[in-house]
């Protein structure tokens, strides 16, 4: 069978780079067995060729409906996929979707009927939004990042931007590389519309990385590296906090006026 990839080598290194990411979420032990998802927008990607393409399943619905859509195409993990098992065959574990006129259904249309991930309303209402915005982000990632995740079991760090201020105090790098922070989405079923909603209602509070507590992570970027990147350094600040803890210590954190002049000297969003 040949993939749809072939003689396609700009669709093939988007689709590689979600494969070493998904490698990269199993290593961190943040993806027990299918945990975890990623979605990326492909429409630039997409010729005449593929826009030929018969579908393999569908129409299906998506639950709502994202008239930012029209014509797009998306590579999505597929629900009860592994991460581990997507790093070494992406089209194997994850599908290429293509959303219908009227933008409520959309079908898969290469390599395998593999049916997308259980989170497909909430990225692929984020993926409206983006779009509504003129945003050049077209990825994004959901994962189990331990540490993050055990923050949100605390009423504190459930409240708006405290974890973002001890986050962004424990290493330089923190704010330098996610400067928008940390948003705080409440417990909200796992695949649900609601979560969908409430996970843009955040994002456009400014976040490009949103929590969901008790659950994981939602972050959105450019491209799957750029939205690993900004969870990866979030979740190197918790370790930070922790191991200070673990050795006996509350840490100073860095200064509100040092987090300041970082934000003043690399021009950074807050
Ligand atoms: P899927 O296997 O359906 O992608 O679900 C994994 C997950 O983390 C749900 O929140
Ligand atoms: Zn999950």
């Given at each position: 069978m040949t993939s749809i990839l072939e003689n396609r080598p700009l669709l093939k290194a988007e689709i590689d780079k979600v494969a070493e990411v998904a490698g990269y979420l199993w290593q961190k032990g943040w993806?027990?067995?299918?945990g975890g998802n990623i979605t990326i927008n492909i429409t630039e990607w997409v010729d005449d060729g593929m826009r030929t393409l018969p579908a393999i399943d569908g129409p299906r619905p998506i639950g709502k409906k994202l008239?930012?859509?029209?014509g797009c195409w998306f590579y999505c993990k597929g629900t009860g996929k592994r991460m581990r098992d997507l790093a070494r065959d992406p089209m194997a574990n994850g599908s290429v979707i293509r959303i219908l006129e009227g933008c409520t259904h959309y079908e898969i249309v290469a390599d395998q009927p593999v049916l997308p991930t259980s989170e497909l309303p909430s990225h692929l209402a984020v993926h409206d939004d983006l779009l509504a915005k003129g945003s050049p982000y077209r990825a994004s990632l959901h994962t189990h990042p331990i540490e993050l995740v055990a923050m949100t079991h605390s009423r504190k760090w459930m409240e708006k931007d405290v974890a973002t201020r001890m986050l962004w105090s424990m290493i330089p790098e923190t704010k330098a590389f996610c400067p928008r922070g940390l948003g705080m989405v409440p417990y909200?079923?796992?695949?649900?519309v609601e979560l969908a909603d409430a996970t843009i209602r955040t994002l456009d509070d400014d976040y490009d990385v949103v929590m969901w507590e008790k659950h994981g992570v939602f972050a959105v970027d450019t491209d799957v590296m750029s939205a690993f990147d900004q969870v990866d350094v979030l979740n190197k600040a918790a370790l930070i906090y922790l191991a200070a803890r673990g050795m006996g210590f509350e840490p100073e954190g860095m200064s509100d006026a040092q987090m300041q002049e970082l934000s003043d000297a690399f021009g950074l969003a807050k």
């Amino acid at each position: 069978m040949t993939s749809i990839l072939e003689n396609r080598p700009l669709l093939k290194a988007e689709i590689d780079k979600v494969a070493e990411v998904a490698g990269y979420l199993w290593q961190k032990g943040w993806a027990e067995r299918n945990g975890g998802n990623i979605t990326i927008n492909i429409t630039e990607w997409v010729d005449d060729g593929m826009r030929t393409l018969p579908a393999i399943d569908g129409p299906r619905p998506i639950g709502k409906k994202l008239p930012h859509l029209e014509g797009c195409w998306f590579y999505c993990k597929g629900t009860g996929k592994r991460m581990r098992d997507l790093a070494r065959d992406p089209m194997a574990n994850g599908s290429v979707i293509r959303i219908l006129e009227g933008c409520t259904h959309y079908e898969i249309v290469a390599d395998q009927p593999v049916l997308p991930t259980s989170e497909l309303p909430s990225h692929l209402a984020v993926h409206d939004d983006l779009l509504a915005k003129g945003s050049p982000y077209r990825a994004s990632l959901h994962t189990h990042p331990i540490e993050l995740v055990a923050m949100t079991h605390s009423r504190k760090w459930m409240e708006k931007d405290v974890a973002t201020r001890m986050l962004w105090s424990m290493i330089p790098e923190t704010k330098a590389f996610c400067p928008r922070g940390l948003g705080m989405v409440p417990y909200m079923l796992p695949s649900s519309v609601e979560l969908a909603d409430a996970t843009i209602r955040t994002l456009d509070d400014d976040y490009d990385v949103v929590m969901w507590e008790k659950h994981g992570v939602f972050a959105v970027d450019t491209d799957v590296m750029s939205a690993f990147d900004q969870v990866d350094v979030l979740n190197k600040a918790a370790l930070i906090y922790l191991a200070a803890r673990g050795m006996g210590f509350e840490p100073e954190g860095m200064s509100d006026a040092q987090m300041q002049e970082l934000s003043d000297a690399f021009g950074l969003a807050k």
